[in-house]
């Protein structure tokens, strides 16, 4: 994990309320692309409405503040700016704009869109999968030729309390970016839970995010992402309140113990697993409980996650009948059988709940490939050549499946022996695939058929 060192609190800061607010709509939220450090990105019609409508609400939420007790802080950015500029035009005050507010600059994911993040950089936007996903510390993500999370937060921190240095406002609001806010709360959070963790937060545009702070420098969360874009919203908890959050210690802790007892038992199950399958990668994660044959049979890759009810059979001639490779998700479930085949299943792949998968005559399935629920995938056929014997005495074909790298199989599939599907296709939702299909193509039916390119 990364480690930088604590941000120094200044001796002179007052009490107040803290607004954390996600600027309105911008250009770059409807390409859902990162940040272009640059390329400025403004706000969108729908943005400059969201922006007037806070700004209403605020007003009539601070009104019994002078305006000498609040104080307007914003980065440069102009999706962020634009939007302070309504606020402070409405309530009367004037903007303070500081640099050390800006959003993280992402390197060379800058002005990238998921889709093409993902292809440039698919080692660190797996990372980034997993710190959305509350797997992984912030703390670890650091840009290429961009800024390391653990320097951005200390900027964006250091700078926002040298402003705030001297002030004697009673309520602060900050109008930036889902980073910049993201920096301040798990600050906070850090200090009241302890530890030294970097949390994501998904924050809607113009959302408010609320926090006492005290002289000492402390904060408590009193509200999250609370949306403003709608009507009949209810109004923040007044200065004194308590938040609900924490409004029972004993509860929390209750909570907190029982999820570290979960934790503990889901380790040492893993421990235990590993003196009997063939091999078990680091920072894996088996919920107890699976069903298992054959273990020494299978192989499981690093950052794998295999959940509640999976069913694990290496029945095989080979000495590896089932292998998972890094990443790979198998949901509640699913039922992979050997049946003396051998099932592999590359790195990221991801497998929806109740599946069932056999490695008869061989099964592969490509990295970054998706499976969804209830899909079928059985690399056998029953020979049925004369009519007049009973077929499950007349044998078996087996010619294996192949799957290629970031296929997405559509839930209740059906993939039968002899199927080859190539890279980057879709099969759609119930389809019965028979026939081999290209790469980069869109198929789905009763047989399938391609339907179109990519």
């Known amino acids: 994990m990364a480690i930088f060192p604590p941000v120094e609190v200044p001796d002179n800061l007052p009490h107040m309320r803290l607004l954390l607010i996600r600027h309105g709509e911008s250009e770059k939220n409807l390409t859902d692309s990162f940040g272009d450090r640059h390329a400025g990105s403004g706000l969108t019609d729908n943005g400059l409405r969201e922006s007037k409508h806070l700004a209403s609400l605020l007003s009539a939420e601070l009104a019994s503040f002078r305006r000498s007790e609040l104080l307007l802080l914003s980065s440069p950015e102009p999706r962020a700016s634009r939007s302070a500029e309504i606020i402070g035009q409405t309530l009367g005050i004037d903007l303070i704009v500081d640099e050390s507010l800006n959003p993280i600059d992402s390197g060379d994911l800058s002005g990238l869109t998921e889709v093409e993040a993902r292809r440039a950089h698919p080692d660190l936007m797996h990372k980034k999968d997993l710190y959305r996903a509350g797997r992984l510390n912030g703390f670890d993500l650091s840009y290429p030729h961009g800024e390391a999370v653990a320097a951005f937060q200390n900027r964006v921190v250091t700078g926002f309390l040298d402003i705030i240095r001297g002030h004697d406002a009673h309520v602060t609001i900050v109008v930036g970016h889902q980073s910049t806010i993201t920096a301040l709360l798990s600050h906070y959070r850090s200090q009241t839970e302890g530890g030294a963790f970097y949390y994501y937060y998904s924050l809607a545009p113009c959302s408010i995010t609320a926090l006492d702070l005290d002289a000492e420098g402390s904060g408590r969360i009193v509200d999250i992402n609370r949306s403003t874009t709608t009507v009949n919203q209810p109004t923040m908890p007044p200065l004194d309140s308590t938040p609900n959050q924490i409004s029972c210690p004993l509860k929390l802790l209750a909570y907190q113990a029982f999820a570290f007892c979960r934790i503990l038992k889901a380790k040492c199950y893993v421990l235990w697993l590993r003196t009997m399958f063939h091999s078990i990668g680091s920072h894996v994660f088996i919920y107890p409980h699976i069903f298992f044959k054959d273990p020494h049979k299978i192989r499981i890759g690093d950052e794998c996650i295999v959940r509640r009810g999976v069913t694990l059979n290496g029945r095989s001639k080979g000495t590896v009948g089932i292998s998972l490779g890094t990443g790979v998700t198998i949901r509640e479930s ?121």
């Open 334 to 454: 699913c039922y992979l059988d050997a049946y003396e085949g051998k099932i592999v299943l590359d790195d990221y792949c991801g497998i929806g709940h109740r599946c069932i998968i056999g490695g008869h005559g061989g099964l592969y399935v490509g990295k970054y490939s998706l499976i969804g629920g209830m899909t079928y995938i059985i690399p056998s056929n029953h020979v049925f050549t004369e009519p007049t014997m009973p077929f499950m005495l007349q044998g078996e074909s087996r010619r294996g499946i192949r799957i290629g790298a970031n296929v997405w199989i559509g839930a209740g599939c059906i993939i039968l022996d002899g199927v080859d599907i190539g890279d980057n296709s879709v099969i759609g939702a119930g389809s019965l695939v028979s026939n081999s299909i290209p790469s980069g193509v869109v198929a789905f039916g009763s047989p399938a058929k391609v339907r179109r390119q990519l």
